[in-house]
Nanobody, 121 residues
């Protein structure tokens, strides 16, 4: 059974930075495309970023381009989301997800429980 555990969330001021981590166990991590999603209160869960299984291809939502960077370390079974220049609208629960196959904005098979990110003004 594949298990994803996010960490690194917290409270940060506007303009600050956070790095989220997602540790994956129970599967062949290097086989999965990995994604980050977020859900703000009262809103649907939205795509944030994704990275291919080998790390050579990335996708970003327009709202985070230039501010967020997704990366992965296959030796550590971990995917990261570096978030810079944070804005109040980035406040949400952030989820990591895994899927076999292509790097996409949807169609993920496995999900973590989420980590809260709060950006205060």
């Amino acid at each position: 059974q594949v298990r994803l555990v996010e960490s690194g969330g917290g409270l940060v001021q506007v303009g600050g930075s956070l790095r989220l981590s997602c540790s994956v166990s129970g599967g062949t991590f290097s086989s999965y495309a990995m994604g980050w999603f977020r859900q703000a209160p009262g809103k649907e869960r939205d795509f944030v970023a994704a990275i291919s299984w080998i790390g050579g291809s990335t996708l970003y939502a327009d709202s985070v381009k230039g501010r967020f960077t997704i990366s992965r370390d296959n030796a550590k079974n971990t995917v990261y989301l570096q978030m810079n220049s944070l804005k109040p609208e980035d406040t949400a629960v952030y989820y990591c997800a895994a899927r076999l196959g292509a790097t996409t904005v949807q169609g993920y098979d496995y999900w973590g429980q989420g980590t809260q990110v709060t950006v205060s003004s």
